[in-house]
Structure formats: C-alpha cells, structure tokens
C-alpha cells in the first residue's frame, strides 16, 4: 500500500528517474482505490505521476506486471501490519485476536486492494514469484502464532499449518463478505469491523481448544 503522504504528480524539470518506480506504484495504487483494477493502466499511471506514456515500461512490461507489483506492496503491507498486531498482543490467544482484527481492517480500509491481493488479476504466481512471496511472508505470521498458541497449551496439537489455513480461511473469507457489504448489519451491532473480527477469532480459538 504505497503511501498516500506522498505527492504522485511532479512539478515540470523536478523529476528524479530514481523515483519514478515508486510514481507510478502510487499513481496506480490511487487509480485503483478509485475505480478498481480495470481502471489502471500503465498510460493512466504515467498521466497521474506527470511523466511521458513511455516511462512506465522502464519498469513495467504491462498493465498485469504494474497491478503485480501493487499487489506485492500490498501483501507486503499486510504482513508487515500482523507482525505489529502479534508483537503488542499480550500472549498466542491475544495475537490470534489481533490477526483478525488486523486482517479485517485492512479489507475494510482499501476493498479495491484486497480484491487485487487475493483476486483474478495477478493469478499466475509463477510469473510473479514476488507476489507469492509476499502472500506466504504474510500467512507465515499466522502458522507462527499458532504454534506458540500450541507451545502455551492455548489451542490443540497438531499441524499448525493445517491449522493456520483453517484461520486463515475463516478470516478471509470474513473479510470478503464485509467487502461484498453483505454484513453491513452484523457489523454494525457488534460496533465494527475490528470488534466483529475479535468475535470471529474467538469463534476459531473455541473450535481449536485443547480436548
């Protein structure tokens, strides 16, 4: 998720090639906040940033390269944002908690980003390694978090990547049907999105207890 603090469009004569990566990541990161994947486009992005419809292929193939590369900024992001979550938790149980928070909370900020993340667009992760990195950086945060759960007796034995993907799963597709506005009125009751996905988390820790 590249920065919004940062101004995209340059002034005439004040444009370094050193940043024009990062332009157009945030042009295109703009363009699809707004009007999602089928309105980025390597010349919108070029017009966006202030520089000639040209530039971009110094960095970008096409259109699918460009949205790879937001993606994997994204998952980038996202890791980067459960990390932080699980490091001020209190313990594994806290951490699971504050995964799904985290995790919620990102789809309900930029829903257009998260489509991209995890959609159609950017399928073929044998063409961008990068973007598959990145995705399984982020899904490592949440195997480590149930192993230390399984070390502190918190959640049952057993394979915690199974266990992960089982978490995982349930948050995701949580945070799709919020995206998609179909629990507009659970997640009002609970008092948001963060407050629901607590709830949720909650829900997976009583299916994994120790028996």
Do not use: C, N
Request: positive net charge.
């Amino acid at each position: 998720m590249p920065s919004s603090k940062r101004r995209v469009s340059k002034q005439p004569g004040k444009f370094h090639h050193g940043d024009l990566r990062w332009a157009l990541l945030e042009a295109a990161s703009r363009l699809l906040d707004q009007h999602g994947p089928l309105g980025v486009g390597l010349r919108a992005a070029a017009r966006l940033a202030g520089v000639s419809q040209t530039a971009p292929y110094r960095h970008f193939a096409d259109k699918e390269a460009l949205l790879a590369a937001v993606a994997e900024q994204g998952l980038t992001d996202l890791g980067d944002r459960l990390r932080a979550a699980v490091a001020g938790a209190g313990d594994p149980l806290a951490a699971l908690r504050a995964i799904a928070r985290t995790y919620v909370t990102a789809a309900k900020e930029r829903p257009q980003l998260f489509r991209l993340m995890f959609g159609p667009e950017v399928a073929d992760k044998v063409r961008y390694p990068a973007v598959r990195d990145a995705g399984e950086r982020a899904f490592d945060v949440v195997v480590a978090t149930l192993a230390a759960a399984q070390r502190a007796g918190q959640v049952r034995e057993g394979d915690p990547v199974e266990q992960a993907v089982a978490h995982w799963s349930a948050v995701h597709g949580f945070a799709s049907l919020i995206v998609d506005g179909r629990l507009s009125g659970q997640v009002e009751r609970a008092g948001g999105v963060a407050e629901l996905g607590e709830r949720l988390a909650d829900l997976l820790r009583w299916g994994m207890a120790p028996r």
